[in-house]
């Protein structure tokens, strides 16, 4: 009978992660789709402790309480203190504790059997499943631990390449999985597990080593997807249901997210992986080279004031320069002033805009902006050529209509938002350096184009306060 019961917590937590899922698919719907996952995430919490002890008798569960005691305290004030541009960072480092905990269960079960396996015997599927647990979080742990130093600054964006690294990686690749094989055939011999192990962590660094600043967005979701497979594989090896189910959600909505965050810049995954584009977006040297190009029009708070209050239709595109400089809130403002005097505000987002899926529509809803005004690229893109402004904070890449036009651009292909489209086009920016991926920007120079220097939050707040006095 308890096996009964257990089976449908299990099924029952598994339902409510999928509710989270297709809750977090939408801003509207993403608080609740957190709290269908907590109460998932509790229910099998709780299923897991009643079938592995008898009750929830708390004295034997006294190391464990005080994990996740620590763990929690430490969450929750990184969670609290982690500002809004960090985000990217903070879930590399989180998936990477993911990884290594799929090391560490493994380990666990190899050097200890018989708190695992029946009997104390591991066999060759177990072992299979296992280290495939293994690899995946290995790679995860180390692959994260480089992309959390890319978006850190710790190390430089720019990809790493070295001659022959495409067969090196393959050589490792195949190494693991003959491992894998040998390992299974023959439990006991220690050393196949461990190079499992010292090659797993290796090839998670060559991996994304080669991986540029402008493909980021890509990798957090990429490793998302792993620490999910990672996940999986390890509730086979200890036959957790609830595991099982919420390590394939997250490795399959991971993959899924990856896809559409490759066809939004118009990449393959086997290009990301194989290596990158970009650079560092905060090279000033780049600067001096865009100024070249043409000649840049420059305008003031005023200027964008008078502007957007003679306007029917304006549309914001929100970047990372509008995260950086925390302009949001600002610009709320702004858009509610514009909205009082009779204009038409929406909000463009770009599927890669700022360092993680996601991030801008972060970013718009903690400011409070209304869910109806906020707009894929596909559903707002056709609007560009009806609207009087677009106003660009902080953006670069995905509004570089070279994109369009230069075949020998790094993001040629890439899908942009078609702001050259609409009447005029004011540019917030603190210079006219490149972007993530380190390429000019057209639109900088275009005749129907504004430029408008500075810190985008003092330059909104400027904005509103002309806006006030009109």
């Known amino acids: 009978m308890n096996t009964i019961i257990f089976g449908f917590a299990y099924l029952l937590s598994g339902v409510l992660f999928i509710l989270a899922l297709k809750g977090l698919s939408s801003p509207v719907s993403a608080r609740k789709g957190n709290t269908y996952g907590m109460i998932g ?10 079938i592995h002890g008898s009750g929830l008798d708390l004295s034997r569960y006294t190391n464990l309480i005080i994990a996740v005691a620590i763990g929690g305290t430490i969450g929750s004030i990184l969670a609290r203190k982690i500002s809004m541009t960090a985000l990217p960072q903070l879930v590399a480092a989180f998936h990477s504790l993911v990884g290594l905990a799929a090391v560490f269960v493994a380990i666990g079960a190899y050097k200890n059997p018989e708190a695992f396996f029946a009997g104390g015997i591991i066999s060759t599927g177990s072992m299979i499943e296992m280290s495939l647990g293994l690899a995946i979080g290995a790679i995860t742990f180390s692959g994260s631990v480089v ?24 050589v490792i690749f195949l190494a693991i999985l003959v491992l894998i094989y040998m390992a299974a055939m023959d439990i006991k011999t220690e050393q196949y597990f461990w190079a499992i192990v010292g090659l797993s962590f290796l090839i998670g660094f060559l991996v994304v080593l080669p991986i540029g600043g402008a493909d980021m967005p890509v990798v957090v979701s990429m490793l998302n997807s792993y620490s999910g497979w990672a996940a999986c594989g390890i509730g086979f090896t200890l036959q957790n249901t609830a595991l099982i189910i ?63 209050s003679n306007a029917q239709k304006v549309i914001i595109v929100p970047g990372y320069g509008m995260a950086v400089a925390q302009a949001q809130h600002a610009l709320r403002e702004m858009c509610d002033i514009l909205k009082e005097k009779g204009v038409e505000v929406r909000y463009a987002i770009h599927p890669v805009a700022g360092r993680m899926p996601g991030h801008m529509n972060v970013l718009l809803a903690e400011a409070n902006v209304p869910y109806d005004e906020v707009f894929e690229l596909e559903a707002i893109n056709h609007e560009f050529a009806t609207a009087d402004v677009a106003f660009v904070i902080g953006a670069n890449d995905v509004t570089n209509p070279l994109a369009k ?47 408008l220097l500075g810190d985008a939050k003092k330059m909104t707040e400027e904005i509103v306060q002309a806006l006030n006095l009109n």
């Open 41 to 50: 995430m509790t229910i099998a919490v709780v299923t897991t402790l009643l």
């Open 147 to 170: 992309a959390f130093a890319k978006l850190q600054g710790l190390v430089s964006g720019n990809p790493l390449v070295f001659k022959g690294q495409h067969l090196i990686n393959l």
């Open 246 to 308: 919420t390590g394939a959600l997250v490795g399959s909505s991971g993959a899924i997210l990856s896809y559409i965050m490759c066809k939004g810049m118009n990449r393959s995954i086997v290009s990301v992986l194989l290596g990158g584009f970009g650079g560092d977006a905060a090279d000033p040297a780049m600067a001096s080279g865009s100024a070249q190009q043409g000649t840049v029009k420059r305008g003031s708070a005023d200027d964008a004031s008078f502007i957007m």
């Open 405 to 451: 036009t230069d075949p020998t651009s790094p993001i040629y292909g890439m899908p942009i938002l078609d702001v050259e489209k609409a009447a005029t086009t004011l540019f917030i920016k603190r210079s006219l350096a490149t972007g993530y991926a380190g390429v000019d920007n057209d639109l900088f120079f275009r005749d129907k184009t504004m430029m």
